[in-house]
């Protein structure tokens, strides 16, 4: 009796250690032969030691039919059988490329989603053609995998279509995930592709507005800053917070000796009305963060050094950082009566 005709009767064994050995050793025999009684053993073992140990036999076998086996996998009815054909495959590196191109092409929707969820965790740069397929895919699941893992792997070069799907998508999640990839992806062409689609920010549904923030946090320039600024009298709790956040971030990017920002006196006010509310103490911090992008008026200045003698320390701290002086409290010191002037 060969040892592999051994190994694979072991396969059958009714004792899980012993199946477990089995497929151990099929995997380090590493011949093509073994992948039908590992894949066949895995459709109906109910182990899960055993299930991972042909997992790990079959990412041993080189053979191109370790490959196929996983592949046929796609096709079974139990979801943990189908998720470890999955990391059968990633552990295969870029190997199963061109399998799956194949199976792009021509497999079903659940199975095309399979062939992305197998590339969002390898590193594969020449699995170009399964994305510019999947971008034009008619199923929204495969639509949206497709755009979450050009976002992780920053693929600018599939920057417009992503764009694309802003302007004339329909699907909800997939708006989002559009967005959040443009936000690592993106540019001033995607940034107008935004704005096309979501001209009015103050109409934009609660559950794309996070989405959209990561964009325009990313994205944004002046003009943004001064569409946010509006935006938060329009927002309360979470959101608002999520809206300092973005032009906080944008604020960053911005040239420090770029024109001056003029929010209109509602802005200014309503700020000013968060920092003294009983709103979460990271808003109000916030707000007097955001209030220091206009410290050199000196109605804005008045207020956030009157901040620095707050009650809730994160609105000092905020205040104290849009001044640039140590926390009042902190120091025991002086800050300036007016903007840039001395103690």
Avoid at 127 to 152: C, F, K, Q
Wanted: proline letters at 6%; charged letters at 25%; a negative charge.
């Amino acid at each position: 009796m060969s040892i592999f005709t051994e190994c694979a009767a072991r396969l059958q064994s009714s004792d899980e250690v012993e199946r477990a050995y089995a497929a151990e050793d099929l995997g380090y025999l590493n011949t093509s032969e073994a992948v039908a009684p590992l894949i066949q053993r895995l459709e109906r073992e109910p182990s899960p030691v055993v299930r991972d140990t042909i997992l790990q036999a079959l990412a041993r076998i080189d053979a191109d039919e370790a490959i196929e086996g996983s592949i046929s996998l796609f096709a079974s009815d139990d979801a943990q059988i189908r998720n470890l054909a999955v990391s059968v495959l990633r552990l295969k590196g870029g190997r199963p490329v061109p399998f799956l191109k194949t199976v792009m092409e021509s497999g079903g929707q659940d199975e095309r989603k399979f062939v992305l969820d197998v590339l969002s965790g390898i590193d594969a740069p020449e699995a170009g053609e399964i994305y510019a397929a999947a971008l034009s895919d008619n199923d929204p699941n495969v639509l949206i995998t497709a755009v979450e893992n050009l976002g992780r792997i920053k693929a600018v070069e599939f920057r417009s279509q992503v764009e694309q799907l802003v302007l004339y998508g329909g699907h909800p999640m997939l708006l989002a995930v559009c967005l959040e990839a443009l936000a690592v992806l993106g540019d001033g062409s995607s940034l107008a592709s935004i704005q096309s689609r979501f001209p009015d920010l103050t109409a934009l549904p609660d559950f794309l507005l996070p989405s959209c923030l990561k964009a325009l946090a990313a994205l944004g320039t002046e003009c943004e800053l001064a569409d946010l600024a509006r935006l938060f009298l329009r927002k309360h709790s979470r959101p608002r917070s999520m809206v300092f956040g973005a032009l906080m971030a944008i604020h960053e990017r911005l040239d420090p000796h770029g024109p001056a920002l003029g929010p209109g006196g509602d802005v200014l006010a309503g700020l000013q009305e968060v920092t003294e509310s009983d709103e979460h103490p990271l808003c109000r911090y916030q707000a007097a963060r955001v209030l220091g992008f206009w410290a050199d008026r000196p109605e804005v200045f008045k207020f956030l050094r009157s901040s620095l003698e707050s009650t809730e320390s994160m609105v000092r701290r905020g205040a104290s950082e849009s001044l640039q002086v140590p926390a009042f409290e902190a120091d025991g010191g002086q800050v300036p009566e007016t903007p840039g002037g001395t103690p």
